[in-house]
């Protein structure tokens, strides 16, 4: 499974900014899809994860804020980032599992995009 992450860049605090991700390969082993975040001198954090029934899973910090969504028919995934702070400024990983889980690790990581929140 591959992944290309698209999307990301420089925002203002308050803006808006939409990640999307497309997975090519043996898409078939998919079940869930997400991203994960990682700031300078920070440990890499799930942000959003969606699963092929569409349950979800957010960072407590993004929940009000960001929305995930996913089409299974495309196998590509979104994030939607409202109300961005600088805080939320790190690298984004796009990243699929295999099986339904949203707590299991993901085995497929994408390449990172950069998001930059100034204030």
């Known amino acids: 499974v591959q992944l290309q992450a698209s999307g990301g860049g420089l925002v203002q605090a308050g803006g808006s900014l939409r990640l999307s991700c497309a997975a090519s390969g043996s898409t078939a082993t998919i079940g869930t899809m997400g991203w994960h975040r990682q700031a300078p001198g920070k440990q890499r954090e799930l942000v959003a994860r969606?699963?092929?029934?569409?349950?979800?899973r957010y960072l407590d910090s993004v929940k009000g804020r960001f929305t995930i969504s996913r089409d299974n028919t495309k196998n590509t995934v979104s994030l939607e980032m409202n109300a961005l702070k600088p805080e939320d400024t790190a690298v984004y990983y796009c990243?699929?599992?295999?099986?339904?889980?949203?707590?299991?690790?993901?085995?497929?990581w994408g390449q990172g995009t950069h998001v930059t929140v100034s204030s």
């Open positions: 990243a699929a599992g295999e099986g339904w889980s949203l707590q299991a690790t993901p085995q497929y």
């Open positions: 969606i699963n092929r029934i569409d349950s979800t």
